[in-house]
């Protein structure tokens, strides 16, 4: 089993940035790829960006790419979602995922956090 808690979420003005957080416990952190999803209010849940257990290489959606940075401090188990320059259409629960492989799809998966709340106001 591995828990996760995202943090860092809130209300932000459209332009600025906030960094989102996930600490994980349980497992050894270093043996999952991390990925970070969101899920709008009447949408589906979006893919944002994976990183590898080692931190390279990462993968992002079109979206969110040169905007967001993922990384990840495996001796601290947490992994990080840095969104800048963030836009109204970035307003979303943001949840962290924890999975034995590299991969954009959440069905790949296992782990999941509870999310935490990101509202851009315009």
């Known amino acids: 089993q591995v828990q996760l808690v995202e943090s860092g979420g809130g209300l932000v003005q459209a332009g600025g940035s906030l960094r989102l957080s996930c600490a994980a416990s349980?497992?050894?952190?270093?043996?999952?790829?991390m990925g970070w999803f969101r899920q709008a209010p009447g949408k589906e849940r979006e893919f944002v960006g994976t990183?590898?257990?080692?931190?390279?290489?990462?993968y992002y959606a079109d979206s969110v790419k040169g905007r967001f940075t993922i990384s990840r401090d495996n001796a601290k188990n947490t992994v990080y979602l840095q969104s800048n320059s963030l836009k109204p259409e970035d307003t979303a629960v943001y949840y962290c995922?924890?999975?034995?492989?590299?991969?954009?799809?959440?069905?790949?998966?296992?782990?999941w956090g509870q999310g935490t709340q990101v509202t851009v106001s315009s």
């Open positions: 349980g497992r050894t952190f270093s043996n999952y790829a």
């Open positions: 990183i590898s257990r080692s931190g390279l290489p990462t």
């Open positions: 995922a924890a999975s034995t492989y590299y991969s954009s799809s959440p069905n790949q998966y296992v782990y």
